[in-house]
């Protein structure tokens, strides 16, 4: 299996602009994770999802950020309008058991909002 | 909400030596905690899973063991090599809806 596939590795744009950010999680898994990393915060847990329904979206910043997974094999997160306080590498990651299994990362996406 | 420190936040040692990297939770009811390394620029890969069921698990050189009573889990490397510098993430979850929380990592680098 390829693993979790996540695009684009790295996104630059203006405030202002919608950004979206997308992954692929491992087949079969399914549970799917959106995380966010920063130097200052760590990671934090953006939204879950668990055979495709949104379960723990407390994580999200505001309304300015949501996600959907419209099928087992793909999920986006979209922000509209960015911000350069958005700016951090967001990290997708899946699991065949929800919250009690192994959990798999993708490499992440780089996200500058100038 | 669960709270995850790790320490030491940063760590310097020579090639050879065994040492030990800690992880503490606010909320002692952990469910399973993972043990992830992240190399510069990259994505996080899993080191070791301990589920609710289990107390450690060991993979090659790594140990890692979990008290639930005390809410701490230590990660043990034995006879560190320059290859295992990285950043050490630990994250447990407690079950229910709150997903895995991570703490902030322990930097370690390994002096050939």
């Known amino acids: 299996d390829a693993g979790v596939i996540q695009s684009p590795r790295h996104e630059v744009t203006e405030m202002g602009q919608e950004v979206t950010l997308r992954c692929k999680p491992i087949s079969g898994h399914n549970s799917l994770f959106w995380y966010r990393q920063t130097m200052m915060r760590g990671l934090e847990l953006l939204i879950y999802f668990n055979n495709n329904v949104p379960i723990d979206d407390s994580g999200m910043p505001e309304d300015r950020f949501s996600a959907k997974m419209p099928n087992a094999s793909f999920s986006t997160l979209k922000i509209q309008p960015s911000e350069p306080r958005d700016s951090a590498v967001y990290f997708c990651?899946?699991?065949?058991?929800?919250?009690?299994?192994?959990?798999?990362f993708g490499e992440g996406s780089r996200l500058t909002v100038l | 909400k669960q709270e995850v420190t790790q320490i030491p936040a940063a760590l310097s040692v020579p090639e050879g030596e065994n040492l030990v990297l800690n992880c503490s939770f606010t909320d002692s009811a952990i469910y399973n905690l993972q043990w992830f390394r992240q190399d510069p620029g990259k994505g996080l890969t899993s080191l070791l899973l301990i589920q609710s069921s289990q107390r450690e698990q060991t993979s090659g050189r790594l140990n890692a063991s979990l008290d639930k009573s005390s809410g701490r889990s230590t990660l043990y490397i034995a006879a560190s090599q320059p290859g295992d510098s990285a950043t050490y993430l630990c994250a447990g979850t407690g079950g229910g809806a709150d997903g895995l929380t991570f703490g902030k990592g322990t930097h370690l680098i390994i002096q050939p």
């Open positions: 990651a899946s699991t065949p058991l929800s919250l009690a299994g192994e959990l798999f």
